[in-house]
Every structure is written in structure tokens, then in C-alpha cells.
């Protein structure tokens, strides 16, 4: 059952910056008079020339938040000692002076899953000790991997919530090509836009844990069992 009143939404994009996408997503919210956050990908801005959009991102108003280095294995599946510190604190230390006071964190999730692949116990305690922002997610509409297909599953899902927090990418694809409609069809349906996070997307916040931390973090391995005396 659709919510009594239209919803506003939350809008954020991950795994970028892009060379090519990123201006033109910028190019859209600007037009719009939208503010977005950003999850970037370390290994993305450290590329030459990425981190010139981060700049423009930042100085138009958008937050700019931490998605791992390299965006490779969800953080909970990890075990390796150092792993999780390593993908956090790479990709925090390249934003720099860009990041959002509240030092936003958004995990990865491996295809939109949320459950308690997306973080390690390491990667949890990092994030508290150094007063991080977890922020999720509730909707996805795949455009990553549907580039024409996505639109109708994002406004539908958008529709179906309050306060939803929209998950697209500004990634090489040709996804983002129809943003501008999304945007303004979501309008059409009386839909405002907010920066903020709704609080059941944020089950930490400057370190503090919140409801849901617990469902998001991995549980800890068994310790080995002794053998049996001969």
C-alpha cells in the first residue's frame, strides 16, 4: 500500500566519479535545483582528473561520502585482518577536505542485498572509533544493470515509501541518460527532494550505533574447537 502523501526522496549515486557521466549528472541536478550525495570509489578518484569532479560535486552543494577503495568484495565477507581499515581509510584520505562533516560511509552491498554481508565486525568497529556516518539504502532499481528498464522500477519503488533513499550510479553505461525524465516524472507524482537520510537508512551515526547496526555486520567465526585427548 502506496503512502498517504507523495514521498520525498532521498537521491545519492555510487561508484563514481566518471569522466564522461558524472559532469552530466551534475549538469541534470544543477538544472534541477537537487542536492545529491555522492558514495565515491577510492580507485575511481584517484584516477587523473577525478578528483576535479569531486571538487565540482562539493563546491555545487552536494555531499561527498566513502564507498571503499576498490569496491570489490562486501566488507563482511572479509576476514583478513586490516582489509576493511584499509578500503575506508584509502578512500577517506583521497576525499580529504571534501567530506561531509558527519563523515558518511555507505557499504557495499553486492548487488543492493542488505543483510550482514556489508560489514565485518573490523569494519564496524573502524567506523565507530572514528565517528563515521553508515548510511543504506531502501531503494534500487538496478540501473547498473538495466540501463533502459530501471526508470518505471525506480519510480515505483519510490512511490511505495515515505522517505525512500534512491541508490543510482554514476558509472559508463548509458543508465543516467534518463535521469532527467526519472527526476522529473517523480515530480509529476508530487515527489520533493531532501539531502538528509532518513533515519532508518542510518544505523550508525557519528559513531554511535543505531537500531539495525546489528543485522549489518557479520557474526564472528566459531573459534577452532580442541581436539578430543588421545
Excluded: K, Y
Aim: charged share 20%; net charge negative; hydrophobic share 45%.
Amino acid at each position: 500500500m502506496r503512502p498517504a502523501a507523495a514521498p520525498s526522496v532521498t537521491l545519492t549515486f555510487d561508484n563514481g566519479p566518471d569522466p564522461e557521466v558524472t559532469p552530466a549528472v551534475l549538469d541534470v541536478l544543477r538544472r534541477r535545483a537537487i542536492r545529491a550525495t555522492f558514495f565515491v570509489v577510492g580507485a575511481r578518484l584517484a584516477a587523473p582528473g577525478a578528483r576535479a569532479l569531486a571538487e565540482r560535486a562539493h563546491a555545487e552543494g552536494h555531499w561527498i561520502g566513502n564507498h571503499t577503495f576498490t569496491h570489490g568484495t562486501p566488507l563482511g565477507d572479509r576476514t583478513d585482518r586490516g582489509h576493511a581499515a584499509a578500503e575506508i581509510a584509502r578512500t577517506d584520505a583521497l576525499i580529504g577536505d571534501l567530506a561531509h562533516p558527519d563523515r558518511l560511509f555507505r557499504p557495499m552491498g553486492g548487488g543492493g542485498r542488505l543483510g550482514p554481508h556489508l560489514l565485518s565486525i573490523e569494519a564496524r568497529d573502524h567506523l565507530a572509533t572514528g565517528a563515521w556516518t553508515v548510511v543504506l539504502w531502501s531503494a534500487v532499481p538496478g540501473d547498473w544493470r538495466d540501463a533502459d528498464g530501471w526508470p518505471d522500477r525506480a519510480i515505483a519503488q519510490c512511490l511505495d515509501e515515505a522517505e525512500p533513499v534512491l541508490v543510482l550510479h554514476d558509472i559508463a553505461g548509458g543508465a543516467l541518460r534518463h535521469l532527467d525524465s526519472v527526476l522529473g516524472r517523480l515530480a509529476d507524482h508530487g515527489a520533493t527532494f531532501r539531502q538528509d537520510f532518513p533515519a532508518q537508512c542510518v544505523p550508525m551515526r557519528r559513531g554511535i550505533a543505531g537500531p539495525g547496526l546489528d543485522a549489518i555486520v557479520a557474526a564472528p567465526l566459531d573459534p577452532p574447537r580442541a581436539r578430543p585427548a588421545a
